[in-house]
């Protein structure tokens, strides 16, 4: 329950409590505002996946240690989804409103202000709590305003808040990245804290709460409400204090956990894609001219997967709602996304695979997804309304521990799967270097005749380079004073050496002495960068099949959560609720009425 707050400013600050159920109108605009501030704050969360290369590179940060980031920031973030299970009992609202203050304050003052990758790890920690709090609350609230019957597409709409904040960070970084400059990649930062800081001022004047009455009941339909108000207005303090005494005791049940651990496998792919695709397409893919995807094209590719990703949990929301069951979407969905999987690790062995095929085989993923997701949070809340429902941000608290501690967990195990990104990330720059207007990638790529000559005749070169104006000298002129300059540069055998590649050198070696130079210097970087490249397909493909796994654990687990599979069955169900609904509505009416 929520503290008495006895004076004006402390009511403005903290009660945000509405005491009977709201209209319909009334009620869109808060789930509206729930939803708004989900996809604020998965916005300022997920902004570093778009800039991850440009992190790595101004920090001269390790792949490895980027992990660790989000591994101790997703760890952190499950154990604080835990305390927000309170908000059963103190509301959800503040949770909401004053971490988006928090949110906003980190990621456009806290984030650009971090020196070092030691700094950056404390601020995206701190992040990392907040959000993990607020995976709790703004699902809560979400569930105290949307009936059982409705449940599908509102908790479709919440699922775009996570899946929207993903395209919005992309989105920002495609047409805002290049106006500031790689370098600057802190903008993004500035930019979705500031977004998270208008959203906390809407919220704080528009957010509300449902009183504990309200919100401590099931309801089913929109019929419900008449029902939900007359039962609240007999509750007494003692009825809520017992409806939510020792909750950890009626939520940690088998399958609630097992339901929850079900989920957090299936979604392995979507926190790789939230969190790496950015890595991935440039580290794997190039365009037709031999360069590497930029950080830009992955995020344009990013946008395909979770525009799709929104239609489709919008789509199958109302869907699941219309025909009123669940689990039929997601075996539907858990298939699509397996066969889809399959298809899409494909590429990695193909790194010519064009830019639009990836898009349409990701967004083909990203619907897949949908189909599972927005059916199975709603069939979840169901579940937990089922053991009680006045203790649903519990039942979420529990979900959001254990999905971020086996995200978590996955992440600490990536490294050890995918070795490659490090050399790759650390020495493309190397191979992106400009001479005389073209990259040493593009170079090599352009003149394979070149760079085979330079490999089989390394020898020749290094005479070469004692002093290519006497090379260039005497092949120009062979006069007896050139001839002698050269021979004493290069010695006899040298110059004999020289003379029988003039063709190949004057052809393949001469037009190109700078970028052969550089090449030369960084030969190491190159070969660390080739290797890389070399093994990385099939690391991630690795990568891909542990996600299937996950995939295939989790269809099994589907029969955990409540919810019919035919919709004859759940049309029958609704209609004795609803005569069950009216019997006990006439009832309390008729008790009330002796009592007055």
Not at 37 to 57: D, H, K, M, S, W
Not at 110 to 119: C, F, M, N, Q, R
Request: net charge neutral; with cysteine; aromatic share 10%.
């Amino acid at each position: 329950m929520q503290p008495a707050v006895r004076s004006p400013f402390g009511r403005l600050l903290f009660d945000h409590t509405v005491t009977e159920y709201p209209q319909s109108a009334q009620r869109a605009r808060y789930l509206a505002l729930a939803i708004l501030a989900t996809i604020v704050l998965y916005y300022t969360y997920y902004t570093q996946f778009g800039v991850t290369p440009n992190i790595l590179a101004s920090f001269h940060m390790s792949f490895n240690f980027f992990i660790a980031i989000t591994v101790a920031s997703n760890l952190l973030g499950a154990f604080a989804s835990l305390p927000a299970s309170q908000t059963d009992r103190l509301g959800r609202t503040n949770v909401v409103i004053y971490g988006l203050l928090i949110v906003g304050l980190i990621t456009a003052v806290g984030v650009p202000l971090a020196s070092g990758e030691w700094t950056y790890l404390v601020v995206i920690c701190l992040l990392g709590i907040v959000e993990g709090a607020i995976l709790v609350a703004t699902p809560a609230l979400v569930r105290d305003f949307s009936p059982q019957l409705g449940r599908a597409s509102a908790m479709g709409f919440w699922t775009i808040g996570p899946v929207a904040g993903s395209l919005i960070a992309s989105l920002i970084a495609v047409h805002t990245l290049n106006h500031f400059g790689q370098t600057h990649w802190k903008s993004q930062f500035v930019i979705a804290g500031c977004a998270a800081l208008v959203v906390f001022v809407i919220s704080f004047f528009g957010l509300k709460d449902l009183s504990p009455n309200l919100r401590d009941q099931l309801m089913v339909s929109a019929r419900d409400q008449t029902l939900v108000e007359a039962r609240a207005r007999g509750l007494t303090d003692q009825d809520l204090l017992a409806a939510s005494e020792r909750p950890w005791r009626q939520i940690f049940h088998w399958d609630l956990v097992g339901a929850c651990f079900g989920i957090a496998v299936f979604l392995l792919l979507y926190y790789a894609a939230a969190s790496l695709f950015t890595v991935y397409y440039p580290v794997i893919f190039q365009n037709a001219n031999g360069t590497n995807f930029t950080v830009t094209q992955a995020n344009g590719l990013n946008t395909w997967f979770w525009t799709s990703d929104i239609i489709g949990l919008i789509v199958v929301g109302l869907l699941s709602d219309a025909l009123k069951v669940r689990k039929p979407f997601m075996v539907l969905g858990a298939i699509v996304t397996i066969v889809m999987t399959f298809i899409f690790l494909g590429n990695a062995t193909h790194p010519h695979t064009g830019y639009y095929t990836l898009a349409l085989e990701a967004s083909a993923i990203a619907i897949g997804i949908s189909l599972v997701f927005a059916p199975w949070i709603a069939s979840y809340t169901e579940s937990v309304e089922a053991k009680n429902p006045a203790l649903v941000a519990t039942g979420l608290a529990l979900w959001g521990w254990i999905l971020r501690l086996t995200v978590g967990i996955s992440f600490l195990i990536l490294p050890v799967v995918i070795t490659s990104v490090n050399p790759i990330v650390d020495n493309l720059p190397v191979a992106q270097t400009v001479i005389h207007g073209q990259s040493v990638q593009n170079f090599v790529a352009e003149h394979p005749k070149t760079i085979a000559f330079a490999t089989q005749h390394g020898a020749l070169l290094a005479i070469l380079a004692k002093d290519p104006a006497a090379a260039a000298a005497v092949g120009k002129d062979p006069s007896a004073a050139n001839i002698a300059a050269a021979e004493k540069a290069f010695g006899l055998k040298g110059l004999t050496e020289l003379a029988q590649y003039k063709t190949q050198l004057a052809a393949l070696v001469e037009p190109y002495t700078a970028q052969l130079a550089y090449i030369s210097a960084h030969e190491g970087a190159l070969q660390q960068l080739q290797k890389g490249s070399a093994e990385a397909p099939h690391q991630w493909q690795h990568w891909f099949y542990v996600d299937i796994a996950g995939m295939v654990v989790f269809i099994p687990l589907i029969w955990l959560t409540k919810g019919r599979w035919k919709p004859s069955s759940a049309r029958r169900d609704a209609a004795e609720h609803e005569v069950a609904v009216a019997e006990e509505l006439a009832r309390l009416i008729a008790e009330q009425r002796v009592t007055a």
